[in-house]
């Protein structure tokens, strides 16, 4: 079975810009959830998607917006990039919602901000 | 807003050494797990403790979750190289249903 699989792997952007990153579930998992990970602050809690609805959000600005398409897959924008959002995102697919199953990590991508 | 502090931050020790890594909060968590993370990839999930006082080992990891579910620790013995990266303790808020906490994190380094 394919894991979580998530796109690009890297990507640099100015200031100003705006980014959609890409993230593919495994096959039959529902819940997606997306993290962002700095070396200051950790993992942090971004938002859920289950059957196309979100579930849960963290404490992030309007900035941050997600969305899942009927096939599970899940996209993530953040408009008017900032430095301070240079970060890992991480995706993470569940068959369930996150606390009830395992959470299945995909590689992330990397974010750089100038 | 419920909190996971980890201890230590980072960790580097010889091969053969044993160590402990801790995960405290004062909040009840329903459910704790481990990850490792490793370079250029995400967390993977190591195990999963949900009962106050449980013990569960994998090899030569022993975790153990607090008796009122606050706290839990990872006790590696005799470290190897292929134990090094990035340990994360994750709790489930009590009720269910809302979004796993994550602690920071203890990078650890076994340098054979």
């Known amino acids: 079975k394919a894991g979580v699989t998530q796109t690009p792997r890297y990507l640099i952007k100015t200031r100003g810009q705006q980014v959609t990153l890409s993230c593919s579930p495994i096959?039959?998992?529902?819940?997606v959830s997306w993290y962002q990970q700095t070396p200051g602050q950790g993992l942090q809690f971004l938002f859920e998607y289950f059957s196309e609805t979100q579930r849960n959000k963290g404490n992030f600005p309007g900035r941050f917006s997600g969305r899942q398409f009927s096939n599970s897959r899940s996209e993530m924008n953040v408009s008017t990039l900032e430095l301070g959002d240079s970060a890992l995102y991480l995706c993470?697919?569940?068959?369930?919602?996150?606390?009830?199953?395992?959470?299945?990590f995909g590689p992330g991508t990397r974010l750089l901000v100038l | 807003t419920q909190l996971l502090e980890q201890s230590p931050q980072f960790l580097s020790i010889q091969e053969g050494e044993n160590l402990t890594v801790y995960c405290n909060s004062s909040?009840?968590?329903?459910?704790l797990q481990w990850y490792r993370q490793e370079p250029g990839e995400g967390p993977v999930l190591l195990v999963t403790?949900?009962?106050?006082?449980e013990v569960k080992k994998l090899k030569r990891l022993t975790f153990q979750f607090g008796d009122a579910r606050k706290d839990s620790s990872l006790h590696i013995t005799a470290a190897q190289p292929g134990d090094t990266g990035l340990y994360l303790c994750?709790?489930?808020?009590?009720?269910?249903?809302?979004?796993?906490?994550f602690g920071k994190g203890t990078r650890l380094s076994v340098i054979a």
């Open positions: 993470a697919s569940s068959l369930e919602w996150a606390g009830k199953e395992t959470q299945y």
């Open positions: 994750a709790g489930v808020p009590s009720p269910g249903n809302t979004p796993l906490v």
């Open positions: 096959s039959g998992h529902r819940s």
């Open positions: 403790v949900v009962t106050g006082g």
């Open positions: 909040s009840v968590f329903s459910s």
